[in-house]
């Protein structure tokens, strides 16, 4: 919206989370630039049929790669999948400065190029300013501690998906668990799973000790920032997923014992004691 365009929301898939092809193919019109995907909590859609969309209709995909960083796509990187895709690296997500940090990825050098005047005031090489641009440099001081971190990428989510894996065998069938499409690997940023007795669950676990995450309890599309793009269509399963998901416990510094609490306390609430 910040550089004049429109978004158009479409409707989720169920198991992912993120947006489903179908949905979002009935929303193309002429006017349709760009498809705007949200690896969200880590997980890949099934990135297969919006290749092919996106060729179809002569459209970018440009990926929100801010939760994941570490997943997979068939052995690629998420985030290097589209045109250009944006990783955050703010202390929350899974690499993590200790400020506020994010980057771009592209392998299309003249968008490289673009950006980096963007980020800059809009100055080129010479140090004129073709266009308007914004001050989004990286501060040097997150860059050295990320530099140190990047080099255990890959530890962290291969300790995520082992986590991952255990609720999956170890939670009770009464809660549904969000995962990414066939042929990704998530970065599991969060280990969402869904009930339609979501706020009792988290307030059970919560009198036991156990922090969760109801994030998103209101869809983008319902935010008031949003309301001078819309009327939006109904989006049925985003608005479920407001009230069903629940995150759970999934950084690698979690125990395995701290996780069998995590799974035996779930157990114990759909159980009635
Ligand atoms: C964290 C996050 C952002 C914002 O990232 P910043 O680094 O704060 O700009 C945007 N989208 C998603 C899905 C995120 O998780």
Redesign the pocket.
Known sequence: MQVGARPVFADIDQKTLCLLPGSCAAAFTPATKAVLL?H?FGHCADLERFHSLCEENNLALVE?A??AIGGEWHGRRLGSLGRGGAI?F?PT?NLSALG?A?AVVTSDSELAERLRQLRSHGRDGTGRHAYLGTNSHLDELQAAFLRLKLGKLDAEPARRRELAVRYNAGLPRDVRIADGAEGGISSYHQDAIRTDRRDALKQFLLERGIGTGDYYPAPAHSEPAAAAAGPFPLLPETERACKEVLTLPVRPSLTDEQQKTVVDTVRRFFAGV
């Open positions: 949200v969200v929100n801010a939760q955050s703010h997500k506020d994010g």
